[in-house]
């Protein structure tokens, strides 16, 4: 999901500071929160897949706070050619062992914390700080998070309200299961993200053929298995909002809700705009938090970020999924804490244990749009980006396809033509920029 390798990030992103620590630093010790670092600076390791769109930012929040940066990541060696003994290879696809590597690295220097960006890095994470002795999330919490079939399994057992669900496996009678969850429904996969892969069925007989365009998607266009067991669950009515927390020894801290103003209720859920802060009753907020609070528990995550999706009706929550990660894409940008910190700063601080204040948003209004690919095809050209650039409001517009590239559309696809980014005096205005950026972007396909 990006136009250029994380080795060009990193270049773009300017040297980092990787000093060799003297060998004998006994790395259990120097990695336990409150012990002193002799006035040294902090060391993170961040682990990165080699598609990411989100290498600078995090990259520049370790600056920010004045942290040496290790990158952990599968990417090409040619990473080191860039960072030197700052890049460590490791394999992000066998998190355990990554993990293992990751906390080894502390016996040539130091490490005060680890952040996995992506799923799958953030399992490597794990296993790399409880080795080190620092703040982590259990692995197998993590791995619940990040498989929906086990996510809904704990959230279930965990009394969170969720939408009613059943598991269909290949062969299983995929419209009985729906009329039993109720419908409409939806059907998705268990392992995917970025709205890929889901569909609303409003029938059961939709619901059978929905299946089996899932299934079809993973066999055509990702890695994943098509046998996996699909989730079908009960649509859930009502306003969906997008929620990031940081998780602080088990205790969730509200850091952001977004509105989803376009309603998306299918039969796809392409992403469109997000505008915060909510328009939610602070009532209804406060129920929307103990329930995300409830879900991390039920999973038995304790410590770093978090991206949840809900629905609410009537005043009533229905939790969609929790990720143990932060939100994905560019999304990120679209917030600021206090003084102008980033989501990315807010999370480096607690990964390395640095002192903070309470992460308050910015007064102002702020939202992302993320930019929908219209149609299957090859991109020749997105036009009338600086028209979108100079609209009130408008903050930035970022282009993440490039001329060349294929063109495909969710449910099929998992990427978007790229984000725009509107601050203003309330959500309502921060839509309405964001709307203007769509219209005034032509984007030309063959």
Same mark, same amino acid.
């Given at each position: 999901?990006?136009?250029?390798?994380?080795?060009?990030?990193?270049?773009?992103?300017?040297?980092?500071?990787?000093?060799?620590?003297p060998?004998?630093?006994?790395?259990?010790?120097?990695?336990?929160?409150?012990?002193?670092?002799?006035?040294?600076?902090?060391?993170?390791?961040? &682990?990165l *897949?080699? !598609?990411?769109?989100?290498a600078?930012?995090? /990259?520049? %929040?370790?600056?920010?706070?004045? #942290? $040496?940066?290790?990158?952990?990541?599968?990417?090409?060696?040619?990473?080191?050619?860039?960072?030197?003994s700052?890049?460590?290879?490791?394999?992000?696809?066998?998190?355990?062992?990554?993990?293992?590597?990751?906390?080894?690295?502390?016996?040539?220097?130091?490490?005060?914390?680890?952040?996995?960006?992506?799923?799958?890095?953030v399992?490597?994470?794990?296993?790399?700080?409880?080795l080190?002795?620092?703040?982590?999330?259990?692995?197998?919490?993590?791995?619940?998070?990040?498989?929906?079939?086990?996510?809904?399994?704990?959230?279930?057992?965990?009394?969170?309200?969720?939408?009613?669900?059943?598991?269909?496996?290949?062969g299983?009678?995929?419209?009985?299961l729906?009329?039993?969850?109720?419908?409409?429904c939806? &059907?998705? *996969?268990? !392992?995917r993200?970025?709205s890929?892969?889901? /569909?609303r %069925?409003?029938?059961?007989?939709? #619901? $059978?053929?929905?299946?089996a365009?899932?299934?079809?998607?993973?066999?055509?266009?990702?890695?994943?298995?098509?046998?996996?067991?699909?989730?079908?669950?009960?649509?859930?009515?009502?306003?969906?909002?997008?929620?990031?927390?940081?998780?602080?020894?088990?205790?969730?801290?509200l850091?952001?809700?977004?509105d989803?103003?376009?309603?998306?209720?299918?039969?796809?859920?392409?992403?469109?705009?997000?505008?915060?802060?909510?328009?939610?009753?602070?009532?209804?907020?406060?129920?929307?938090?103990?329930?995300?609070?409830?879900?991390?528990?039920?999973?038995?995550?304790?410590?770093?970020?978090?991206?949840?999706?809900?629905?609410?009706?009537?005043?009533?929550v229905?939790v969609?999924?929790?990720?143990?990660?932060?939100?994905?894409?560019?999304?990120?940008?679209?917030?600021?804490?206090?003084?102008?910190?980033?989501?990315?700063?807010?999370i480096?601080?607690?990964?390395?244990?640095?002192?903070?204040?309470?992460?308050?948003r910015?007064?102002?209004?702020?939202?992302?749009?993320?930019?929908?690919?219209?149609?299957?095809?090859?991109?020749?050209?997105?036009e009338?980006?600086?028209?979108?650039?100079?609209?009130?409001?408008?903050?930035?517009?970022?282009?993440?396809?490039?001329?060349?590239?294929e063109?495909?559309?969710?449910?099929?696809?998992?990427?978007?033509?790229?984000?725009?980014f509107?601050?203003g005096?309330?959500?309502?205005?921060?839509?309405a920029?964001?709307?203007?950026?769509?219209?005034?972007?032509?984007?030309?396909?063959?």
């Amino acid at each position: 999901m990006m136009t250029s390798t994380l080795t060009d990030q990193v270049g773009a992103a300017g040297p980092v500071d990787a000093d060799d620590a003297p060998g004998d630093v006994p790395a259990a010790e120097e990695t336990r929160r409150g012990g002193d670092r002799g006035g040294r600076v902090p060391r993170l390791v961040l &682990v990165l *897949p080699d !598609t990411t769109y989100r290498a600078p930012d995090f /990259l520049e %929040a370790a600056r920010a706070v004045g #942290a $040496e940066v290790v990158v952990a990541t599968n990417a090409q060696p040619t990473l080191r050619d860039t960072m030197g003994s700052a890049a460590l290879t490791i394999r992000t696809d066998e998190p355990e062992r990554a993990g293992r590597e990751i906390a080894e690295h502390a016996r040539t220097g130091w490490i005060d914390g680890v952040v996995g960006v992506d799923d799958r890095g953030v399992e490597a994470a794990a296993v790399a700080q409880g080795l080190l002795g620092l703040p982590h999330n259990p692995l197998a919490a993590v791995r619940r998070a990040g498989r929906k079939d086990r996510q809904r399994e704990a959230l279930a057992a965990g009394g969170v309200a969720q939408p009613a669900f059943a598991l269909a496996r290949p062969g299983d009678d995929v419209a009985a299961l729906a009329a039993g969850v109720g419908v409409p429904c939806v &059907v998705k *996969p268990t !392992t995917r993200s970025g709205s890929q892969g889901v /569909l609303r %069925a409003d029938t059961p007989e939709q #619901a $059978e053929a929905a299946a089996a365009r899932v299934r079809r998607i993973l066999a055509e266009h990702t890695a994943d298995d098509p046998d996996q067991p699909l989730l079908v669950e009960a649509f859930a009515p009502g306003a969906e909002v997008a929620v990031e927390g940081l998780l602080r020894g088990g205790r969730l801290e509200l850091l952001a809700v977004f509105d989803k103003p376009d309603h998306p209720d299918g039969p796809t859920f392409a992403e469109t705009i997000y505008a915060t802060p909510t328009r939610l009753p602070d009532p209804v907020v406060g129920r929307l938090r103990r329930q995300i609070a409830a879900a991390a528990e039920a999973l038995g995550l304790r410590e770093g970020p978090v991206h949840a999706e809900a629905r609410v009706a009537d005043g009533h929550v229905t939790v969609l999924e929790l990720a143990a990660r932060s939100i994905g894409g560019l999304c990120s940008r679209s917030l600021r804490f206090g003084a102008g910190v980033s989501l990315e700063e807010v999370i480096v601080r607690h990964a390395l244990g640095l002192p903070a204040e309470p992460a308050r948003r910015e007064l102002a209004a702020s939202g992302v749009l993320m930019v929908p690919i219209p149609e299957r095809g090859v991109l020749e050209a997105v036009e009338g980006v600086e028209a979108a650039r100079a609209l009130p409001g408008v903050e930035g517009v970022e282009l993440t396809l490039t001329p060349g590239q294929e063109t495909l559309p969710v449910p099929e696809g998992d990427r978007y033509l790229g984000f725009a980014f509107a601050r203003g005096a309330t959500p309502e205005d921060v839509a309405a920029a964001l709307r203007a950026v769509q219209r005034t972007l032509v984007v030309r396909l063959r």
